[in-house]
């Protein structure tokens, strides 16, 4: 094997060894994306807690004022501003969901590798769904 071979062999080595570095880099970045994206999905779960938290505590509350004072009617309008505080959380909720799956979806077109079929942090949103669900319907249909 002559010098001009032995410099084309180890040309062509680094060549494979940075398409194969550069492929892996592209994959770690699609990877970081991916958890980038699920924090903000994380982020909009704590947003939509906070937003049925304040609106079922509104309602509530006032539930709980009529109650003490007989003769006075609060005005509506303090529970539906609950109500709609609930309804935006659970809003939120969604559309939070559906754009974590979409951008989720496209980075795996890309080549991000699969982690698992049920992200635990979908299933944490989907729970939490529930839980504004279960917190509106208490207040429309007047649980305890």
Do not use: H
Request: hydrophobic share 55%; aromatic share 12%; with cysteine.
């Amino acid at each position: 094997m002559g010098q001009e071979d032995k410099q084309r062999v180890l040309q062509e080595n680094r060549q494979t060894s940075a398409a194969w570095v550069l492929e892996r880099l592209g994959v770690f970045a699609l990877v970081r994306t991916a958890f980038s994206s699920e924090r903000s999905l994380l982020s909009w779960m704590r947003t939509s807690v906070s937003l049925y938290t304040f609106g079922f505590t509104l309602t509530k509350f006032i539930d709980y004022l009529e109650k003490q004072q007989v003769d006075i009617q609060y005005s509506s309008g303090l529970r539906r501003l609950g109500l709609a505080l609930i309804f935006v959380g659970i809003l939120v909720i969604v559309l939070a969901v559906v754009e974590y799956a979409r951008r989720l979806r496209k980075m795996k077109q890309l080549g991000l590798p699969a982690f698992s079929p049920f992200p635990l942090a979908v299933c944490i949103a989907v729970a939490l769904l529930l839980v504004g669900i279960a917190a509106l319907m208490a207040i429309v249909f007047n649980w305890p």
